[in-house]
């Protein structure tokens, strides 16, 4: 399995078909997919089908990788890179086990994932959207330091797009 990214307590991996109980479990739970506007997977065969037709990596060098961790090599959930070409942006998402909430694993992830995105894909620009409603998402978006941009309708309900670009992700680096 190739690994991606590395921080002080996570490899970030590519997924696979042998991550389908993994995934079908993650969005199994309600209060994970709460403010995601995705429904569970019917089945771990569902989930697999998924997987196994998942083809970010080869198309657009990047998408949503598997976050495990160092010390037990236990699935914590995924987080990543997304590019969206009917919108021509690149978004960065992320998604936990609740027991693993509250532990600075997205946060970690995701500033791994911005790193990648700006110095290896030399991206100009990272969205983040979340509900408007789902504060620990947002509160995660803010500390990676990306900045309210707007609002826009997220499948019915109030939503609100993150914004970095380039230029100010390097000025707060160096």
């Known amino acids: 399995m190739k690994t991606v990214l590395q921080t002080?307590?996570?490899?970030?991996?590519?997924?696979?078909?042998?991550?389908?109980?993994?995934?079908?479990?993650?969005?199994?739970?309600p209060e994970v997919i709460r403010y995601t506007g995705d429904g569970p997977f019917a089945s771990e065969a569902e989930a697999r089908l998924f997987l196994e037709n998942y083809d970010h990596y080869k198309k657009y060098g990047m998408?949503?990788?598997?976050?495990?961790?160092?010390?037990?090599?236990?699935?914590?959930?995924?987080?990543?890179?997304?590019?969206?070409?009917?919108?021509?942006?690149?978004?960065?998402?992320?998604?936990?086990?609740r027991k693993y909430w509250s532990r600075g694993y997205a946060t970690e992830a995701a500033e791994a994932c911005l790193e990648y995105g700006?110095?290896?894909?030399?991206?100009?620009?990272?969205v983040?959207?979340?509900?408007?409603?789902?504060?620990?998402?947002?509160?995660?978006?803010?500390?990676?330091?990306l900045r309210y941009h707007s609002d826009f309708d997220f499948e019915g309900q109030p939503g609100v797009v993150y914004r970095l670009d380039r230029q100010r992700y390097r000025l707060t680096r160096h």
């Open 8 to 29: 002080k307590r996570l490899l970030l991996r590519e997924l696979n078909a042998e991550d389908a109980e993994n995934m079908y479990l993650l969005n199994l739970d």
């Open 63 to 97: 998408g949503r990788w598997a976050v495990i961790s160092q010390s037990d090599e236990a699935f914590l959930g995924w987080c990543g890179l997304k590019f969206s070409p009917d919108a021509g942006e690149h978004d960065i998402g992320f998604r936990f086990f």
């Open 118 to 126: 700006f110095d290896t894909l030399g991206l100009t620009s990272i």
């Open 128 to 145: 983040g959207r979340a509900m408007r409603d789902n504060l620990a998402s947002i509160r995660v978006l803010e500390k990676i330091g």
